[in-house]
C-alpha cells in the first residue's frame, strides 16, 4: 500500500483578462502550494475494479480521482485492479485545489504502477482535460499562470506562512462567472509587476464572492484587521499573509469559521515521487 500527499494551492491573486470564443476566461493567476494535505492511499487488487474509499458523495463517473486512472487506460502496459482510499483534510469547493491536487497525484502514481511511462509534460496535457489546476499540481512546482490557466511559467517564491479561513458556504463557480458585474477585461500584466508590488494585484472573483455569500464578507471583514485578507480561487476560502506582530494562536482562536495555519512549499512533495 502506497501513502501519498495531495498538496493544495492558494491563489496569489486572480485575473479575468478576456473571454474566449468557446466561453472559457483567459485568466493571469500565481499559484502558491502549501502544506494542507489530503494523502491518497493506493492498493493494487487481482481485480479488474477501481474502489474508491472517502468520497461517497461524488458520483464515481464524476470523481476526478476515478477519471485520471480511465484517462491512463490507453496508455497502461501493466493494468491492475485498484484501491484508492482518500483522507480528505482540504476542504471541497473553497478555492484549494483539492480535486484537481487529488487527480494530478493520482495521475503521477498510475502512471507508474501501470507501467505508462509517461513523463511530466505529457502527464501535464492529459490533465489539463480533467481540470485547468491539474497540470500545476502534476509539475508540483510554484507558477505564474495564463490562458485558462494551463500556461505555467515556474517562478521562485518567498518563504512564507498563511492564515487561511474556510467559511461555512459552497460557492458555485458557474454562478459567480454568470454574473453580469463580474470583471473580465483587467488588463494583462507582468511577473514583475506583481514583484514590484503585489497589493496592486487582486482577486476579480472578491467583490462578487463578497456580496453573494455573507459569510465570505464576515471572513474577509475579520482577516482585514490583522493583514490584506484575499479569496484564493473563486472561493469560499479567504487568506491572509502571516507576518510578525500577528498573535497567531488568538487569530486562529476566535475566527468566524475553520481556520488552518499553512507553510508555502518550494516544490509539491510528489515532485520526485517513485513506486
Not at 70 to 93: C, D, F, S, W
Not at 171 to 187: G, V
Amino acid at each position: 500500500m502506497l501513502r501519498v500527499p495531495s498538496p493544495a494551492k492558494l491563489n496569489l491573486f486572480l485575473h479575468i483578462t478576456g473571454r474566449r470564443e468557446s466561453g472559457y476566461h483567459e485568466l493571469q493567476s500565481i499559484f502558491q502550494l502549501i502544506d494542507l494535505y489530503d494523502w491518497l492511499e493506493f492498493s493494487q487488487t487481482d481485480s479488474n475494479q477501481i474502489v474508491i474509499e472517502g468520497l461517497a458523495s461524488v458520483d464515481l463517473e464524476q470523481n476526478l480521482i476515478y477519471r485520471a486512472t480511465q484517462i491512463l487506460l490507453p496508455h497502461a502496459h501493466h493494468v491492475t485492479g485498484l484501491n484508492i482510499r482518500i483522507e480528505k483534510n482540504i476542504p471541497m469547493g473553497a478555492g484549494l485545489g483539492g480535486g484537481s491536487s487529488n487527480a494530478a497525484t493520482t495521475l503521477i502514481v498510475v502512471n507508474q504502477l501501470w507501467h505508462c511511462g509517461l513523463n511530466t509534460e505529457q502527464l501535464a496535457a492529459i490533465g489539463v482535460q480533467l481540470g485547468a489546476d491539474v497540470p500545476i499540481f502534476v509539475h508540483g512546482r510554484n507558477a505564474w499562470a495564463e490562458g485558462i490557466g494551463e500556461h505555467l511559467t515556474f517562478i521562485d517564491l518567498d518563504q512564507k506562512q498563511y492564515i487561511v479561513l474556510k467559511p461555512d458556504c459552497f460557492i458555485s463557480t458557474q454562478r459567480l462567472f454568470s454574473q453580469k458585474t463580474l470583471t473580465r477585461d483587467t488588463k494583462p500584466t507582468k511577473f514583475c509587476a506583481y514583484q514590484l508590488k503585489p497589493s496592486d494585484f487582486r482577486n476579480d472573483f472578491e467583490p462578487l464572492a463578497r456580496s453573494l455569500y455573507s459569510e465570505v464578507d464576515e471572513a474577509m471583514q475579520y482577516l482585514d484587521q490583522f493583514g490584506t485578507a484575499k479569496l484564493t480561487g473563486t472561493g469560499a476560502c479567504v487568506f491572509v499573509e502571516v507576518t510578525e506582530k500577528m498573535k497567531i494562536d488568538d487569530i486562529l482562536n476566535h475566527s468566524p469559521c475553520k481556520a488552518y495555519l499553512v507553510n508555502s512549499l518550494n516544490e509539491s512533495p510528489l515532485t520526485h515521487f517513485t513506486v
